[in-house]
């Protein structure tokens, strides 16, 4: 596809931050993991600071398990069906999160609603990237629904993730253009070229709040 075309970033950060140590992220994920792999490239190449300490998928056929494979990350399949219930599910995701000693919590196509339990044991330390512009088009077919409802101007968001579901206080958000010629794959492949630039920056952010303004209101 023809990557250049007209967009729109804010706020304005071009510029991710340094971290010493790394930040440690735990990626959430259940799909093929575009967004994984751009933040596995910008971590080996040296040019993030992010110590990519877990993957924890659901699914045991996503593509995210075999970026993780490749790329020597260790990962944890965490099917729910195999969970009595809910709450023991995600149980075991907090014990990971924690046992691998995480300081953010990335949600990458992360395809499960998680409980405000969940989210509430941790405020503020978990991000979430949404292909809309949140508020709009919240839910699982937002780039669906946005050509459906004839919007002009669509996008991503990356969030932070509080129990209502893609709500939470917005950190980057990258918007581009819907012309007549569009139409679902050229969208979606735009806004994946778009999600893999803002969801570092927000990482970046994120973690810079994580290390500064939030501690000691935990
Ligand atoms: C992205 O479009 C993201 O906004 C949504 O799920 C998709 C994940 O893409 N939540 P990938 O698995 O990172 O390629």
Same mark, same amino acid.
């Given at each position: 596809?023809?990557?250049?075309?007209?967009?729109?970033?804010?706020?304005?950060?071009?510029?991710?931050?340094?971290?010493?140590?790394?930040?440690?992220?735990?990626?959430?994920?259940?799909?093929?993991?575009?967004?994984?792999?751009?933040?596995?490239?910008?971590?080996?190449?040296?040019?993030?600071?992010?110590?990519?300490?877990?993957?924890?998928?659901?699914?045991?056929?996503?593509?995210?398990?075999?970026?993780?494979?490749? +790329?020597? *990350?260790?990962?944890?399949?965490?099917?729910? @069906? !195999?969970?009595? =219930?809910? /709450?023991?599910?995600?149980?075991? $995701?907090?014990?990971?999160?924690?046992?691998?000693?995480?300081?953010?919590?990335?949600?990458?196509?992360?395809?499960?609603?998680?409980?405000?339990?969940?989210?509430?044991?941790?405020?503020?330390?978990?991000?979430?990237?949404?292909?809309?512009?949140?508020?709009?088009?919240?839910?699982?077919?937002?780039?669906?629904?946005?050509?459906?409802?004839?919007?002009?101007?669509?996008?991503?968001?990356?969030?932070?993730?509080?129990?209502?579901?893609?709500?939470? +206080?917005? *950190?980057?958000?990258?918007?581009?253009?819907? @012309? !007549?010629?569009? =139409?679902? /794959?050229?969208?979606?492949?735009? $806004?994946?070229?778009?999600?893999?630039?803002?969801?570092?920056?927000?990482?970046?952010?994120?973690?810079?709040?994580?290390?500064?303004?939030?501690?000691?209101?935990?």
């Amino acid at each position: 596809m023809n990557k250049s075309f007209n967009y729109l970033i804010s706020p304005e950060i071009s510029k991710l931050r340094h971290f010493s140590p790394k930040l440690r992220i735990a990626i959430l994920a259940s799909g093929d993991g575009s967004n994984f792999q751009e933040l596995i490239d910008l971590s080996n190449s040296n040019k993030f600071d992010i110590d990519i300490r877990i993957l924890i998928t659901n699914n045991s056929n996503a593509g995210c398990l075999l970026r993780a494979k490749k +790329s020597n *990350i260790p990962y944890k399949i965490i099917n729910n @069906s !195999n969970y009595k =219930n809910k /709450e023991d599910f995600e149980d075991e $995701i907090m014990r990971i999160i924690i046992e691998y000693d995480t300081e953010l919590i990335v949600m990458a196509g992360w395809m499960k609603i998680m409980s405000s339990n969940f989210v509430n044991s941790f405020r503020n330390k978990i991000i979430n990237i949404h292909p809309s512009l949140l508020p709009s088009f919240k839910g699982n077919n937002a780039i669906k629904e946005a050509i459906a409802n004839g919007s002009k101007i669509t996008g991503c968001s990356v969030h932070f993730v509080e129990p209502e579901v893609d709500s939470g +206080s917005l *950190i980057m958000q990258a918007a581009l253009s819907i @012309s !007549n010629k569009e =139409n679902i /794959e050229s969208i979606t492949n735009k $806004i994946h070229l778009l999600e893999h630039k803002i969801l570092p920056l927000s990482i970046s952010q994120a973690g810079y709040l994580i290390r500064t303004s939030f501690k000691g209101n935990d």
